[in-house]
């Protein structure tokens, strides 16, 4: 069974930090791309960043480049996002996601809560 | 980037119905679309890739259709258990742009 447990979210101020973490099981991890996704209730969901498989290329949005950095540590399985330089319009939830095949995602985490907010 | 679109934003329907939602892209992106369901404080599950292509274990009332700019997802008899919103999301190019969203409910 694939599994995708991510953590690390919360409550914090303006212009702080967080890391997110995400845990992946029942899939060969080393070799997968992976993503960050988030969902806003305003703007729905909104590509966040991707790590390429074996030889890790970074892909970042416009909305977090500079702030934001995907990593991945192919001997725990997990995957990491580090946040930083927070913003109101960062409070999401994050899902961290694998892609497919095709470039769609075909296995999601259950989501981790980012609220920003003074 | 790719900018994607969805109409309408919001949908209800009786039980039974035939409900369709489209999805727009702002340049050709041949087949590289798939539809994603997400049900309340769950997470998206993809429903269909490739445009048309129905992913294990849909029930096959979901459909998808077109390709290009223009993009159709099809619930044919719609069920309680279909409220949820509707996500598409191209792959032709990244980033892997999402549209707005289709609420569905009932």
């Known amino acids: 069974e694939v599994q995708l447990l991510e953590s690390g979210g919360g409550l914090v101020k303006p212009g702080g930090s967080l890391r997110l973490s995400c845990v992946v099981s029942g899939i060969i991890f080393k070799t997968s791309a992976m993503s960050w996704v988030r969902r806003t209730p305003g703007k729905g969901l909104e590509w966040v960043s991707a790590?390429?498989?074996?030889?890790?290329?970074?892909y970042y949005a416009d909305s977090v480049k500079g702030r934001f950095t995907i990593s991945r540590d192919n001997y725990q399985n997990t995957l990491y996002l580090q946040m930083t330089n927070l913003r109101a319009d960062d409070s999401a939830i994050y899902y961290c996601a694998k892609e497919g095949n095709y470039g769609d995602f075909d296995y999601w985490g259950q989501g981790t809560l980012v609220t920003v907010s003074s | 980037d790719i900018q994607m679109t969805q109409s309408p934003s919001t949908l209800s329907a009786f039980v039974g119905d035939r409900v369709i939602i489209t999805c727009r892209a702002s340049q050709t992106i041949s087949d590289w679309l798939a539809w994603y369901q997400q049900k309340p404080g769950k997470a998206p599950k993809k429903i269909i890739y490739?445009?048309?292509s129905i992913e294990l274990g849909v029930p096959p009332r979901f459909r998808g259709s077109g390709s290009g700019t223009e993009f159709t997802l099809t619930i044919d008899g719609l069920q309680p258990d279909d409220v949820a919103t509707y996500f598409c999301?191209?792959?032709?190019?990244?980033?892997?742009?999402f549209g707005p969203g289709t609420k569905v409910e009932i």
């Open positions: 490739k445009a048309s």
């Open positions: 790590v390429s498989g074996s030889s890790p290329r970074t």
């Open positions: 999301q191209q792959f032709y190019s990244y980033p892997g742009n």
